[in-house]
């Protein structure tokens, strides 16, 4: 069990699932680079956010929900949570300005807010669901023995690596285009198999590329 202190951001796990260095560019280092699309996803959330709980056909919606577990030394926020009538159990909704991505980074921080509110509220909730912006409709996840396994992992990981104080080295892959940090990060110029002089040539001839005056 975890203490108050040490409780780590839920978002987190997100970043770390995709990608290690990420996580600990933003979270260890503070580096943040915003674009049109975290941008967007930023406005998205922050609409939900400022919306009121409300009552639909029965079902209680809380909208900026507070979660935490001290077993898995999270905390965090669930964009929506549904509450219907018992015996049926609540249902997270998360945000997301895109579309489902080929990794299960999304799923693990569903399954995590899942797993905050069974250990808050002492009860299971099986499922939940995304809502992208494209195709602007719910996809239901099943929380399955595989995804808690690896929420777990991916906390524990994440602790190991806030503990240790060290961002993990660049590790080039096509997702690297898509991130946000990609001209922060060089994942292309800053790799273990490269030599100090051979990163700071690489350095020379990017920063030569943005600025060619």
Request: proline share 8%.
């Amino acid at each position: 069990m975890f203490q108050e202190a040490d409780l780590l951001p839920l978002s987190g796990l997100m970043h770390l699932v995709y990608c290690e260095r990420r996580w600990a560019l933003i979270h260890l280092e503070g580096i943040w680079e915003e674009n049109l699309f975290t941008a967007e996803g930023r406005l998205l959330h922050d609409k939900v956010d400022a919306a009121h709980a409300e009552q639909r056909q029965g079902v209680r919606i809380v909208r900026g929900l507070p979660l935490r577990s001290l077993r898995l030394g999270l905390i965090g926020r669930a964009d929506v949570v549904e509450f219907p009538p018992p015996p049926d159990p609540p249902f997270p909704v998360e945000y997301k300005r895109g579309k489902p991505k080929p990794d299960c980074s999304d799923e693990v921080q569903l399954c995590a807010q899942a797993m905050c509110l069974e250990e808050m509220l002492g009860i299971t909730v099986p499922r939940g669901a995304f809502f992208y912006g494209q195709p602007r409709r719910r996809t239901v996840v099943e929380f399955s023995a595989e995804l808690r396994i690896l929420v777990e992992r991916a906390a524990a990981r994440m602790h190991e690596l806030a503990a240790a104080g060290h961002t993990p080295p660049a590790n080039y892959s096509n997702k690297c285009r898509g991130c946000s940090l990609f001209e922060l990060c060089l994942p292309r110029a800053v790799r273990p198999d490269r030599s100090a002089a051979q990163w700071l040539e690489a350095s020379r001839r990017h920063a030569a590329r943005r600025d060619p005056a």
